[in-house]
């Protein structure tokens, strides 16, 4: 699929779909550090370099009223985080955009110059050594492929047609290494528990 470069109409999505287990449940965007809950540090970081932002999340979407931003639910049952993407991609389509942003609820700490940097599309990130396969920028056109590969799923093949991995790699999309500073934290840290949940507050008073 031919690159989407620079001054490509980007849509931004923060993943909020999954079941948060490690947390003991509950929505993990919506944790707070400082003043501002994890979500809002993203959207803040995005909202610049997008034309438009939407909230990947299941369940009652009131919860996220308060950021007047569109709640989409996955579609596709049982596959993971790609239900959420295709959902994104769809609307990102009709919202007349070409590339698709994808970062996960549970990242606080991703750099302002994120977008750029994953332009052009397809790309996803890369900090210390480890793949970030969700931080990643889709063309809005692999939709189809994408929805092709959630449908020709099989017990055999499931576990390799869900994994985010595999939409990347058959996309052939660029690996982006972004510097960890040296008095932390790793840009693309996530909180998976309530121990990363207490580092995460610890870096964000700085
Ligand atoms: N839309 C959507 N997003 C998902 C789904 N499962 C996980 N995600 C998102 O994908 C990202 C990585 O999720 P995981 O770390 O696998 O799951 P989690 O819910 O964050 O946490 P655990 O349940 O503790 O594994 C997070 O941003 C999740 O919100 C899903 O089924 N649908």
């Not at 003991?24 to 932002?53: E, H, Q, S, V, Y």
């Not at 009652?60 to 989409?72: I, K, N, Y």
């Not at 499931?158 to 500073?181: I, N, Q, S, W, Y």
Request: proline share 9%; with cysteine.
């Amino acid at each position: 699929m031919r690159a989407l470069m620079a001054g490509a109409r980007v849509a931004g999505l923060v993943m909020a779909g999954g079941m948060a287990r490690r947390m003991g449940g509950g929505d993990k965007p919506l944790l707070r550090l400082g003043d501002m809950t994890c979500l809002d540090r993203i959207l803040t970081r995005l909202r610049p370099c997008c034309a438009a932002l939407a909230i990947s999340a299941n369940g009652d979407p009131a919860r996220f009223a308060a950021h007047g931003l569109p709640v989409l639910a996955d579609r596709v049952a049982g596959v993971g985080p790609l239900a959420g993407v295709l959902a994104g991609l769809e609307w990102a389509a009709g919202q007349g955009c070409d590339v698709l942003v994808t970062v996960p609820g549970d990242t606080p700490f991703i750099p302002a110059g994120l977008v750029p940097r994953l332009l052009p599309a397809p790309s996803f990130a890369i900090s210390g050594g480890q793949r970030h396969s969700l931080v990643a920028a889709w063309p809005v056109g692999c939709r189809t492929l994408l929805a092709r590969q959630l449908g020709s799923i099989t017990p055999d093949t499931r576990r390799e047609m869900t994994r985010v991995r595999t939409l990347a790699d058959a996309l052939a999309a660029r690996g982006v290494d972004f510097a960890v500073p040296p008095d932390g934290p790793d840009p693309f840290m996530n909180i998976n528990t309530p121990a990363d949940y207490a580092l995460a507050r610890r870096h964000a008073r700085g």
